[in-house]
């Protein structure tokens, strides 16, 4: 076990403007479509997005109001109770986009499980740019 704090930023470009990726991926009926870590559905309720089939379990997912700075930054409470904040930029790169997702450690996460979890990041985040430029 690791107790260290320590963060891993992930990031990938996108070849679609800032816009067109941030109105994508803020929208958290968007996410089973590219966020597999999520299962394969979600739904809105009680104002807040639930994911009833994530490999964890029962998720639920507060997102970052709607802002003009880029920022998905949003919580995941585990069916344990603990909530994860996830902070999740997308910047302006050249006529494209970059979309930077933070990954910290948690308390007592080994790093092997630090490891799944990026590996997961980094499969979303291809998935979501799959997604962005085939449209």
Excluded at 50 to 61: K, Q
Excluded at 82 to 105: C, H, M, Q, W
Aim: aromatic share 6%; net charge negative.
């Amino acid at each position: 076990m690791n107790d260290s704090k320590e963060s891993r930023h992930l990031s990938v470009h996108i070849d679609r403007p800032l816009a067109e990726v941030y109105a994508y991926a803020a929208d958290p009926a968007n996410l089973p479509a590219w966020a597999q870590g999520l299962g394969g559905s979600i739904e809105k309720s009680g104002g807040r997005w639930v994911a009833d089939s994530s490999p964890m379990g029962r998720v639920v997912i507060d997102p970052a109001p709607p802002n003009e700075w880029g920022v998905l930054d949003h919580d995941v409470t585990l069916p344990s109770g603990e909530t994860v904040y996830n902070p999740v930029r997308v910047i302006a790169d050249g006529a494209g986009s970059e979309v930077v997702f933070t990954l910290r450690r948690r308390p007592g996460m080994s790093d092997a499980a630090f490891e799944r979890d990026a590996g997961m990041v980094a499969a979303d985040l291809a998935r979501l740019k799959e997604l962005m430029e085939r449209a």
